[in-house]
């Protein structure tokens, strides 16, 4: 029997294979999701139960990782529901640990609390298009949305970053 | 005057939330997964207390006459 087949058979050993074939991709989704390694970490084993418990769900002859992704995505985005009014985004995985000096302290800090009070399904695109740059298709999969949708969250996104920016008192247009 | 406003917010948003790139996954997550799986086991009853509960519907049965006593004392 194959390895995917004895999984969706209830197969420990084989779900063992999957998850240690498998961890690394779906933590690092996650992590540019959520943003800390500690909650992506609980994520990734959320998500593989979920994978677990579902396993009758799933057809041998589909593709595992898509699927994974799939419900890792859902994982994140339950969480960034959960958390959105608890937490700002944290910053422990930034590339850049010194600000860009074009960017002033206090609008980075704007930006920030504009951005952790977007809805959690326009965070989700917002973070993984704009901030990640992924690729519209591949969100959409991760998603399960149309690449369409994704393109329209996306830019409502944006305009309501600008307008929470506006409220705050930032202009954008004029020079920071 | 939109469009050019939007395209200014996404750079600033570049800039001020920088890209993830520690991503790298430093621990085996097998152990915590293995713990959760076992904490998600159905409850199971020991067979010792079904082997009880049988023993005790079974003397019910067989002397209902001491229900009343038993609920007097409970």
């Known amino acids: 029997m194959e390895l995917l ?50 396993r009758a769900r799933f057809d041998p002859a589909g593709n595992f990782g898509a699927w994974a992704y799939r419900i890792a995505t859902n994982a994140a985005l339950d969480h ?21 000096p074009a960017v002033r302290r206090e609008t980075r800090q704007r930006i920030h609390q504009a951005f952790s009070q977007l809805p959690a399904k326009y965070r989700l695109v917002a973070t993984l298009a704009l901030i990640e740059d992924e690729p519209y298709e591949k969100i959409a999969d991760a998603a399960g949305i149309p690449a369409s949708l994704v393109k329209v969250r996306v830019f409502r996104a944006v305009r309501m970053l600008r307008k929470q920016l506006t409220s705050m008192g930032m202009e954008i247009g004029a020079r920071r | 005057m939109n469009q050019h406003n939007d395209k200014e917010l996404r750079e600033l948003l570049k800039q001020a939330i920088a ?53 007097y004392h409970l």
Do not use: C
């Open chain 1, 5 to 54: 087949e004895r999984f969706a058979a209830g197969d420990l050993d084989a779900f063992e294979v999957l998850f240690r074939q498998h961890q690394k991709q779906v933590y690092a989704w996650i992590v540019r999701i959520v943003r800390d390694s500690g909650i992506a970490e609980d994520l990734t084993v959320e998500t593989f139960w979920r994978i677990y418990r579902s």
């Open chain 1, 80 to 100: 960034l529901r959960k958390s959105r009014r608890e937490t700002e985004l944290p910053e422990d995985l930034a590339a850049n640990p010194q600000p860009d």
């Open chain 2, 19 to 71: 890209p993830a790139t520690n991503t790298e996954l430093t621990r085996d997550l097998w152990p915590q997964m293995l713990k959760r799986l076992d904490q998600q086991q159905p409850f199971q009853v020991p067979w010792f207390d079904w082997a009880l509960a049988a023993l005790l519907s079974a003397a019910l049965l067989l002397f209902p006459n001491v229900i009343p006593a038993l609920l």
